[in-house]
């Protein structure tokens, strides 16, 4: 069994099936979730950027002190809802809070925009799924907040003295700059609520807001990360061995996220090295990895690097055409000027492999940041345009 | 017979086939084209923004004063080529001035990036259509310059005293915030330089500033804009007028590129109005243009107004959720949250029109902008997954 966040020390997981999605599909899996603390605890957010935020992230934003868990569903992302959402969004938490007897819960949904939420059988599946806490293990929880995902998300980190476990979901509409998509952490590890948050932000910039499937952002993402406190004490001097931890258990579920991407069949790492800043570093490997014609070759496995040496052009951070050095798979492409090289070598390294590495050296600086993509393929296309319809 | 830049009075145009693109796939159609003028005459010129600039716009950028015309080549973008690149731009210029015994010619390229040019062969062509000047009439210019085109693009337009003829390519590698693509327009309107380069820049923000195919900058992206000179004289007073007119050809020539934009099926007229500054409108109507899920929603006619509101607010330039008013068709979708529609209505309007219009009022002011986009197709990841392959 894959372990999740049920595995952390004080959680307890339930799940349920509502029905809650407009088409009633039956994927025999839950699309309800209660993550629940034995005892109320401090938590850390971050919320989505867009200025249109659905209803459950503007009554979570609303929550300080701490909290019992959250209750999240999929299927309906209760987004663009109007002041029914937000009464919707109220009761699936206070709801939530009366039938566990514990404090506050935050609330989180995904899924299509615009419906209200079938509140009728939403409260039916809280009610099971309260009824079922401590049931939900390994995959389970992860299970019930898929939409177009393909597989469950689940990472955990066995520590000294404090275990990190999560889950999350996305596969579509990812695109960073924001907290992106649904991600709910847990630590037994006890933190300040303080350096809890600051934790959170530090490995959300190298995880989540590093990645991207279709440059679209969408109006719930969402990380939740709560510590149970029932580990070990964190301190500042602890700290930088806890948010590498972290980051370990982010960078894995982001990672899952990328290679999830709609219609993907490929992960491209894109790694920007000798940069004059770390900004610099982001922006030339967020342009080449939100390119739509480096993510077409990148499935046509065609090592064309004059798409990404435009793109990072494209960036407008300051680049120098006769400084750069790109390499993909280790094979030297560019040089100031094209190299030679094998082309069907590198088209063949393309080929084999699920997970393909591209560097990219400016030669400015020492700097460097890396950002994950997928490729672009007729599945993507397939998926969105049938999407509802 | 449709008009384009030959038949603006003063102008001649020449085009021969060289075989310069490198797979040799003749296409029965010439890849190098010569526009002169009869006597030295003022040009205005907007280039790409992007870092990595091609050989020919680092050449082109460096003219001053007066120019006698224009040589430029398809099959071979002459970008990411070194100092060799830069030595065979500065030839193709030169060589075309003293084939022609005329002053100083402006040189642009488009097709594979990276590729030294085949300059035995750039020679012939240039001879050959120095020999043809003249006679290249119509659409025969603009073929002369397609890449993944599928149809020659044209403008003109018959003005009180003069003239304004232009042609472009493009279809990818299609963004704003730069020059754009190739066009090469012409007018015999008699304009000081100063004028004509700020009717230039003006009339560019509306319009190849305006449309967006895949969010990718080329390197190779220039307007040029040459005034013959033999007509109507415009001063400060008829500047207004003869802008309008600048603009209608250019915008004419911009939708002719999102029309043929790589794999399109529609066009999106994404309008937005009601916006407190014009920057607000333009960013949120770039942000719904270069969304892939509206575009893919464009494509499956799905009248996902959720997808539309959710890019809006991803712009991040201040949209209220509870204010938007959406229109598709002029059908309303959405007005502070969504109302009632026959949702198979506005489908129906979607999938018989080949221009969908997409109207969002922001109700914080009174600026507007509209930008053109296309959808997002399976033959858009075909057509790049496959090319060069």
Chains 1, 2 share one sequence.
Do not use: H
């Not at 934790?199 to 440059?215: C, M, P, Q, R, Y």
């Not at 190299?339 to 390294?349: F, H, I, L, T």
């Not at 393929?377 to 969105?384: E, K, L, S």
């Amino acid at each position: 069994m894959k372990k999740g966040i049920a595995e952390v020390p004080g959680i307890e997981c339930g799940v349920a099936f509502g029905g809650i999605k407009k088409t009633e599909k039956k994927l025999n899996r839950p699309d309800l979730l209660v993550v629940a603390t034995k005892e109320p605890c401090p938590f850390a957010a971050v919320y989505t950027t867009n200025d249109v935020k659905a209803a459950p992230i503007k009554v979570s934003m609303e929550v300080k002190g701490k909290v019992s868990g959250i209750v999240a569903n999929s299927g309906n992302a209760n987004a663009c809802t109007g002041e029914r959402g937000i009464a919707d969004a109220i009761e699936m938490a206070k709801l939530t809070s009366q039938l566990t007897g514990r404090g506050r819960f935050l609330v989180a949904s995904t899924g299509v925009i615009g419906e209200p939420l079938p509140m009728e059988r939403v409260r039916k599946a809280i009610a099971e799924a309260v009824k079922n806490l401590g049931k939900a293990k390994g995959e389970e929880p992860a299970r019930a907040i898929m939409t177009t995902d393909t597989f469950p998300k689940t990472a955990f980190k066995e520590a000294e003295g404090y275990a990190i476990g999560g889950i999350a979901k996305g596969a579509g509409m990812i695109d960073p700059a924001m907290a992106t998509m649904l991600a709910f952490i847990a630590t037994d590890a006890k933190l300040e609520p303080e350096l809890l948050e600051e934790a959170l932000k530090e490995a959300n910039e190298e995880s989540f807001n590093a990645i991207t499937v279709d440059g679209d952002m969408s109006t719930n993402d969402c990380v939740f990360l709560l510590s149970t406190g029932l580990g070990r004490e964190i301190g500042r001097n602890e700290y930088g061995e806890f948010v590498e931890n972290l980051k370990e258990v982010m960078k894995n579920l982001a990672y899952q996220i990328v290679k999830d991407g709609e219609g993907a069949t490929k992960v491209a790492r894109i790694k920007v090295i000798g940069a004059k800043t770390r900004e610099q570093a982001r922006e030339v490997a967020r342009k080449i990895a939100l390119s739509p014609l480096v993510k077409t070759a990148l499935f046509g496995c065609d090592p064309n690097w004059g798409r990404i040496v435009a793109a990072a052009g494209a960036a407008r951070m300051g680049v120098i055409e006769e400084k750069m050095e790109l390499k993909i798979g280790g094979y030297l492409l560019f040089k100031g000027g094209k190299v030679d090289y094998r082309e069907e070598e590198v088209a063949k390294y393309m080929k084999e492999n699920d997970e393909v590495e591209i560097e990219l050296n400016l030669n400015l600086g020492k700097e460097s940041f890396t950002y994950l993509t997928c490729d672009l393929t007729y599945d993507y296309v397939r998926i969105n345009a049938e999407y509802r319809t």
